[in-house]
């Protein structure tokens, strides 16, 4: 009897334990999925239309990350770089409960903003350089110089030599006309005149030829998309218009330079000297057998992955509490892989270190 009930005894002991470790191993499952789910980080980017070549730029940049994020998963949208489509991609990818999201033009952050505030979201960007984005407020975190420090730049260049005539040749885009904008605002006594192409333009002569006829000393040249450059440069030496160059980060930084084609002049040229910053630009080659088109700024994109990466941990869904602990966190100053960053409290990098004048 005493037997019987002992082994009674013992098999409502092991079933008891079968349970409760079951339970246990359900929990402990459960935790895992919950801490393995990456957050998805919607990217908005002009991946048809005239700025595409941007997009294709950014997007193996992106791809480098992806390879290896841990916490992240990034859902691609199309905005041919216009507001109205960034708010198209912007519903889309909030109807799929994303919080973070990564803009490249800076017409399409301008337009978002005001929608992101209202929805407790956040716009991280390392392209946008519109000045005009200083106008929002920490629902936009900017890791680059914007136009108003490159602007500042030239128009100390300007007016270090007064007697100098300008015209302004500038890309129809945010970011080019607001820096064309500042300079006119600033030293318009010194602009004879002022002229712009869309990126897509192939024939650049009518405005070359009335550059040339106006006799101006030098030309503030401010593109964005890198194919019509060159084109520009070369017809520029065809028409035979004998100035001086003066450029933003995007003349100083690409392949094809205006020394190519027998220019002089001066540009402003982004700089990274640091160890993660050479470390990406072998990767990139390593991976893509060629450079960067925007190697300044495609560094400076990955590096805000790696940030987000790094903040978000395990978190999965992210909520509102969630986005304001990332923007504080982010607006305290952070370390990348690239560069370290630091900012105003408004969301602007302070970016003293960052450009350099370089006379060719």
């Given at each position: 009897?005493?037997?019987?009930?002992?082994?009674?005894?013992?098999?409502?002991?092991?079933?008891?334990?079968?349970?409760?470790?079951?339970?246990?191993?359900?929990?402990?499952?459960?935790?895992?999925?919950?801490?393995?789910?990456?957050?998805?980080?919607?990217?908005?980017?002009?991946?048809?239309?005239?700025?595409?070549?941007?997009?294709?730029?950014?997007?193996?940049?992106?791809?480098?990350?992806?390879?290896?994020?841990?916490?992240?998963?990034?859902?691609?949208?199309?905005?041919?770089?216009?507001?109205?489509?960034?708010?198209?991609?912007?519903?889309?990818?909030?109807?799929?409960?994303?919080?973070?999201?990564?803009?490249?033009?800076?017409?399409?952050?301008?337009?978002?903003?005001?929608?992101?505030?209202?929805?407790?979201?956040?716009?991280?960007?390392?392209?946008?350089?519109?000045?005009?984005?200083?106008?929002?407020?920490?629902?936009?975190?900017?890791?680059?110089?914007?136009?108003?420090?490159?602007?500042?730049?030239?128009?100390?260049?300007?007016?270090?030599?007064?007697?100098?005539?300008?015209?302004?040749?500038?890309?129809?885009?945010?970011?080019?006309?607001?820096?064309?904008?500042?300079?006119?605002?600033?030293?318009?006594?010194?602009?004879?005149?002022?002229?712009?192409?869309?990126?897509?333009?192939?024939?650049?002569?009518?405005?070359?030829?009335?550059?040339?006829?106006?006799?101006?000393?030098?030309?503030?040249?401010?593109?964005?998309?890198?194919?019509?450059?060159?084109?520009?440069?070369?017809?520029?030496?065809?028409?035979?218009?004998q100035t001086e160059i003066l450029g933003d980060v995007n003349v100083c930084d690409r392949k094809v330079q205006p020394k190519d084609f027998g220019y002089h002049g001066t540009c402003f040229a982004t700089v990274l000297e640091t160890d993660g910053?050479?470390?990406?630009?072998?990767?990139?080659?390593?991976?893509?057998?060629?450079?960067?088109?925007?190697?300044?700024?495609?560094?400076?994109?990955?590096?805000?992955?790696?940030?987000?990466?790094?903040?978000?941990?395990?978190?999965?869904?992210?909520?509102?509490?969630?986005?304001?602990?990332?923007?504080?966190?982010i607006l305290n100053g952070v370390k990348g892989r690239i560069t370290d960053y630091q900012f105003t409290p408004d969301g602007e990098v302070v970016s003293g270190d960052y450009l350099k004048r370089v006379d060719f």
């Amino acid at each position: 009897m005493k037997n019987s009930n002992y082994k009674s005894l013992l098999v409502a002991v092991v079933i008891l334990l079968i349970i409760v470790g079951s339970i246990y191993l359900s929990k402990r499952d459960k935790n895992q999925i919950v801490n393995t789910e990456k957050t998805k980080i919607g990217v908005i980017l002009p991946m048809t239309g005239a700025a595409a070549s941007l997009s294709e730029d950014i997007q193996k940049s992106l791809k480098l990350y992806d390879l290896e994020s841990k916490n992240i998963k990034l859902v691609l949208h199309d905005d041919q770089c216009a507001g109205k489509g960034a708010l198209s991609a912007y519903n889309l990818l909030k109807n799929q409960g994303i919080k973070i999201y990564i803009v490249a033009c800076s017409g399409s952050i301008i337009a978002l903003a005001p929608v992101v505030k209202e929805d407790h979201n956040v716009i991280l960007t390392g392209f946008g350089g519109a000045i005009d984005i200083r106008k929002t407020g920490d629902e936009v975190i900017r890791f680059i110089p914007d136009g108003l420090t490159i602007a500042e730049g030239m128009i100390g260049v300007i007016k270090s030599e007064p007697n100098k005539k300008y015209a302004l040749f500038t890309e129809q885009q945010d970011y080019s006309q607001s820096v064309a904008d500042m300079i006119q605002k600033e030293v318009g006594n010194q602009i004879l005149l002022r002229e712009s192409y869309k990126a897509d333009d192939s024939d650049f002569r009518a405005q070359i030829t009335k550059i040339k006829n106006a006799k101006a000393n030098s030309v503030i040249f401010v593109p964005v998309a890198e194919p019509s450059s060159e084109k520009i440069y070369k017809q520029m030496k065809e028409l035979g218009l004998q100035t001086e160059i003066l450029g933003d980060v995007n003349v100083c930084d690409r392949k094809v330079q205006p020394k190519d084609f027998g220019y002089h002049g001066t540009c402003f040229a982004t700089v990274l000297e640091t160890d993660g910053y050479k470390k990406y630009l072998e990767n990139y080659k390593m991976n893509y057998n060629s450079e960067p088109i925007y190697p300044f700024y495609n560094a400076i994109m990955y590096d805000v992955l790696t940030i987000v990466d790094n903040l978000l941990g395990s978190v999965g869904k992210v909520d509102n509490d969630e986005v304001d602990n990332i923007k504080n966190e982010i607006l305290n100053g952070v370390k990348g892989r690239i560069t370290d960053y630091q900012f105003t409290p408004d969301g602007e990098v302070v970016s003293g270190d960052y450009l350099k004048r370089v006379d060719f």
